[in-house]
């Protein structure tokens, strides 16, 4: 079975479509190479249940960060970093399309 994964690094304050259209798939998780300063907000991930669900990643993160319920997301996903100056560049969110 050929698996491939994808990756972005999170640039910018806003990043919006980081996913677009109606793609689907699971979250594998964020990898950040130094502790935040700001928040990151992840938008569009959902709970285990199904619900919508805002990821927010406190200052001070690093290292591995598994994302919350299921991964699982339907539709777009977009990101916020809310100290774009101090944190750009230093988080890589990486996911599997469905």
Not at 22 to 46: C, D, H, R, Y
Not at 58 to 76: D, L, N
Not at 78 to 88: E, I, K, R, T
């Amino acid at each position: 079975m050929d698996v491939s994964s994808n990756s972005m690094v999170l640039n910018g304050g806003v990043g919006d479509g980081l996913i677009t259209g109606s793609t689907t798939g699971t979250v594998l998780g964020l990898f950040l190479k130094s502790a935040l300063t700001g928040t990151l907000t992840i938008v569009g991930v959902t709970q285990s249940n199904g619900a919508a669900q805002s990821w927010v990643n406190a200052p001070g993160t690093s290292g591995y960060v598994a994302p919350p319920g299921s991964g699982k997301f339907w539709g777009p996903f977009s990101y916020v970093l809310s100290n774009p100056g101090a944190d750009a560049g230093k988080a890589v969110i990486c996911w599997i399309p469905t």
